[in-house]
């Protein structure tokens, strides 16, 4: 058996709801940082280049969080294989499922970054980007393209890590990379005057270095069975399907999440250039209840996948509702702040009336409906925690995106007013949290992978 130093944590052993807090803030903070790098990319871009600027930023903003979206759900399935063969103490499969996921990330990120070069202008013109910003925004979603295979390979690392336990190391690259970001961002656009190209250069840079430390951190790795050698970096077949059988269709939820966002994105940009501004403003602020979503939907994927793995059926159950009592808690603090702070949130990164007005509105509009979309994130991860992701991924694209799709088509035409595009959003939260519920409480998720990760199990096992 392993022995595990201080950084990692055994999600098979313990307190639960201690073990999960002592997870889950490690993810929450790399996130945090992470957001901060993002905020400060748009404060920067609003305060130096103008508003204008961050209007271009934020009309490509959609399609980068949808890539990123399916990079993080790609990533996710080589998280719960490797979680799973960790919890059950396979460390030569937790080895070979490591050098697969980082060969399959390789080929996606150079596939993508090549797809963003040559697809830019026609994407944003699909977007009906407005003229007076269409050149930036190219410009913008261009040179960031090139941070893609970085991005990608950072985030299969550091899902890595997780999935061993260690939730640290990748927020102390995120801390590192957050920090040379600003300042690169600062040079670029308020000393040397690069305007909207320099704020994209410092992303791409700081992505790199992400990546650099995460795969150094792989490579002298002694005390876990994941250490990178790079000549076994080459995918194993077997492995590779089981990945991508969680992985893809994680992707896709993540991906049909970003694509009814990208209709919707194209609704809010025939409101004109503040609403753009304003909307772009209210994605910023609204970063810190996603990230709190997003860290418990890691953190119970791990659990369940590690417990699952040691065949800890029990620990298991009890895990899910202490994850979804933490996760509506976090929510509960997230509305009660903002809302209380929307004004003084909201000039962070806007400084026009109208601007801002728009952006408050929306604010107590949606802040306070958050808490309709906890239960889909954590029964979501437990699911996918056990491996099966495609009824995830169903649930998801029936009642939350070809319900938002529905709504922007038909719906909104009646009465096409901002504030019917942000009702769509707790509508189809609600939908999908009763459709998870029921799933899971019919407990098909958990009986129909028992009888293949034993026999999965087994036949590992034997092979070694």
């Known amino acids: 058996m392993t022995t595990l130093k201080k950084r990692e944590i055994d999600l098979t052993e313990g307190r639960i709801s201690t073990q999960m807090i002592r997870f889950f803030i490690p993810i929450w903070c790399g996130i945090f940082f ?3 790098y993002i905020t400060a990319d748009a404060v920067i871009i609003s305060k130096v280049v103008g ?3 961050l209007a271009a930023v934020g009309c490509t903003s959609t399609f980068i969080n949808l890539l990123i979206g399916f990079f993080v759900g790609i990533g996710s399935g080589a998280t719960v294989v490797i979680a799973q063969y960790f919890g059950a103490r396979e460390n030569d499969m937790v080895r070979r499922a490591t050098h697969t996921a980082l060969a399959l990330a390789a080929i996606i990120g150079l596939s993508f970054m090549v797809l963003g070069l040559f697809i830019t202008p026609w994407l944003l013109e699909l977007l009906q980007t407005p003229e007076d910003i269409f050149d930036m925004a ?5 040179i960031y393209s090139l941070g ?4 990608v390979l950072y985030n299969m690392g550091s899902g890595i890590l997780r999935a061993v336990g260690d939730a640290r190391r990748p927020v102390y690259i995120l801390i590192c ?5 600003i300042i690169l961002d600062l040079l670029f656009t308020a000393v040397l005057r690069m305007g909207i190209s320099g704020a994209a250069l410092a992303t791409v840079l700081s992505q790199t270095l992400a990546m650099s430390l995460v795969l150094l951190c792989l490579a002298q790795e002694r005390s876990l069975p994941v250490q ?4 076994e970096l080459k995918p ?3 492995l590779l399907w089981r990945i991508t059988r969680i992985g893809l269709p994680t992707g896709i939820q993540s991906t049909m999440f970003d694509l009814s966002n990208l209709l919707i994105q194209a609704s809010v940009n025939y409101f004109g250039t503040s609403t753009i501004t304003a909307w772009t403003a209210y994605s910023n602020i609204n970063l810190v209840f996603w990230m709190t979503v997003s860290a418990m939907g890691t953190t119970i994927t791990t659990f ?4 699952f793995g040691a065949g800890k059926l029990d620990r298991l159950h009890q895990g899910v509702r202490v994850g979804l009592g933490l996760s509506a808690l976090g929510c509960v603090i997230i509305t009660v702040v903002t809302v209380v702070l929307r004004y003084p949130l909201t000039h962070l990164f806007a400084t026009d009336p109208k601007v801002v007005q728009i952006c408050v509105q929306m604010l107590l509009m949606l802040t306070p409906t958050y808490i309709t979309y906890m239960c889909i994130e954590v029964f979501s991860g437990v699911i996918r925690g056990v491996g099966e992701a495609l009824i995830p991924m169903i649930i998801t694209g029936l009642s939350i995106c070809v319900f938002r799709v529905v709504w922007i088509l038909w719906i909104l035409p009646l009465h096409n007013t901002l504030g019917m595009i942000c009702i769509s959003y707790p509508i189809s939260w609600v939908m999908g949290t009763i459709a998870f519920f029921i799933y899971y409480k019919k407990g098909k998720w958990l009986t129909k992978r028992l009888p293949s990760q034993t026999q999965e199990h087994t036949t590992s096992s034997a092979s070694l």
């Not at 990379?177 to 970001?181: L, R």
């Open 34 to 36: 992470q957001q901060i």
């Open 51 to 53: 508003e204008s600027a």
């Open 138 to 142: 190219v410009q913008y979603l261009r």
């Open 148 to 151: 893609m295979l970085p991005s």
């Open 177 to 181: 990379t957050a920090v040379v970001n």
């Open 228 to 231: 990178l050698h790079w000549r």
């Open 236 to 238: 194993d077949l077997r």
């Open 304 to 307: 369940i996948g590690q417990n």
